[in-house]
Nanobody
């Protein structure tokens, strides 16, 4: 089993920044992929960003490209999401996710077998 614990959410004004962290523990494989998803109130969960452990390859949703940066520290089994130029439409619960293989889609939530509890990000206008 794998456990994911997120931290770093909160309230910020539009244009501000936040950094989310997600620490993984348990049985993680060397070819895993960690990602961030979000769900705004009344909407479905959507992909934000993902990063591959082996070569740190990243992929982003178009809505966050140029504003968000995903990174990871493999020595700590931790992934980060640096969010800049935040907009009110970024308000959501952000979830960390992990899949223990690097094939297939990185943006489809069904590929991920492990999820964190979520952390609220609220951007005020």
């Amino acid at each position: 089993q794998v456990q994911l614990v997120e931290s770093g959410g909160g309230l910020v004004q539009a244009g501000g920044s936040l950094r989310l962290s997600c620490a993984a523990s348990g049985r993680t494989f060397n070819n895993n992929v960690m990602g961030w998803f979000r769900r705004a109130s009344g909407q479905e969960r959507e992909f934000v960003a993902a990063i591959r452990r082996s070569d740190l390859r990243t992929t982003y949703a178009d809505s966050v490209k140029g504003r968000f940066t995903i990174s990871r520290d493999n020595t700590k089994n931790t992934v980060y999401l640096e969010m800049n130029s935040l907009k009110p439409e970024d308000t959501a619960v952000y979830y960390c996710a992990l899949k223990n293989y690097d094939s297939g889609s990185y943006s489809y939530e069904g590929e991920y077998g492990y999820w964190g509890q979520g952390t609220q990000v609220t951007v005020s206008s």
